[in-house]
């Protein structure tokens, strides 16, 4: 199903906007129209998604969403990569059924508690029906719990790797590091983690394809959202079941395993 944002026209004559500069004017609706935006106006943007989808380069992100920061207009969770739209629920009605529906399924799945509760503080300023956005704090409280668990265990195994260890598997297996690629690492196990990198290049050598079809992965990975190996498989079951219904339906179809995916490199 297409999604739309809706931007109206007064957007280009409000005081704020005629003071931005260019740059930040374009990257304000790039925030507001971005493939990952939410009804709700919270919504999970990695800073590598950023990159891909504008051309700035880490440096000018970084600038932008301090400022805008500072300008009152977003919140922004380095560790959860969620971004708060703040005046977004001021211009999105969210007075009908189906919208409050939709909006109840998303916060369910935010992970920084504080953009909900800011959420529902101007949901109450802006007179919204805020009884049909709550959600149950038992089930929510169980999901917390849960979730903690899972990052806990998560944490562990990540602790007893390294970018030492994500380097000596690329110098064993894909040739010396230079400057460029080391950095290249060290960014990739920042936007995910060393783990995720590992198996990337992991499946790449699986494939007998060099270093370009494991940075393919993980573009793929991150542009999906993926954070740990339950999120690599569950993908991997999804382009299973893809495969087999193409196969179902086109006998002739090429047959591929489950970890070999159509990137480019």
């Given amino acids: 199903m297409a999604k739309y944002r809706q931007v109206h026209?007064?957007?280009?004559?409000?005081?704020?906007?005629?003071d931005l500069t260019p740059e930040e004017k374009y990257f304000?609706?790039?925030?507001?129209?971005?493939?990952?935006?939410s009804q709700c106006g919270i919504y999970e943007l990695p800073k590598r998604i950023i990159e891909t989808e504008t051309g700035y380069n880490?440096?000018?992100?970084?600038?932008?969403?301090s400022r805008f920061i500072e300008y009152g207009k977003i919140r922004y969770d380095d560790k959860t990569k969620e971004i708060m739209l703040?005046?977004?629920?001021?211009?999105?009605?969210?007075?009908?059924?189906?919208?409050?529906?939709?909006?109840?399924?998303e916060l369910k799945s935010i992970k920084n508690k504080g953009f909900i509760r800011e959420l529902i503080t101007l949901c109450i300023r802006y007179g919204y029906p805020i009884s049909t956005l709550s959600i149950d704090q038992g089930e929510e409280e169980e999901q917390e719990e849960e979730r903690e668990q899972e990052e806990e265990q998560e944490k562990e195994q990540q602790?007893?790797?390294?970018?030492?260890?994500?380097?000596?598997?690329?110098?064993?297996?894909?040739?010396?590091i230079n400057p460029f690629m080391s950095e290249t690492l060290i960014t990739w196990v920042n936007d995910l983690n060393c783990e995720l990198v590992l198996e990337a290049m992991k499946r790449a050598l699986v494939q007998g394809k060099p270093w370009k079809y494991a940075?393919?992965?993980?573009?793929?990975?991150?542009?999906?959202?993926?954070?740990?190996?339950?999120?690599?498989?569950?993908?991997?079951e999804e382009f299973r079941r893809k495969r087999e219904g193409q196969a179902n339906s086109n006998s002739s179809n090429k047959t591929k395993s489950e970890s070999e995916y159509d990137y480019d490199f």
Avoid: P
């Fill in 58 to 65: 880490r440096e000018t992100i970084d600038k932008l969403l």
């Fill in 9 to 18: 026209v007064d957007f280009w004559q409000d005081g704020f906007v005629l």
């Fill in 28 to 37: 304000y609706i790039y925030l507001m129209t971005n493939s990952k935006t």
């Fill in 215 to 236: 940075n393919s992965i993980l573009k793929e990975w991150a542009k999906k959202g993926v954070r740990t190996i339950k999120d690599v498989q569950a993908l991997d």
């Fill in 159 to 176: 602790e007893n790797m390294s970018i030492a260890d994500v380097s000596d598997f690329y110098q064993q297996n894909f040739g010396m």
């Fill in 86 to 105: 703040v005046n977004w629920i001021r211009y999105n009605a969210i007075k009908s059924s189906t919208v409050i529906s939709c909006m109840k399924k």
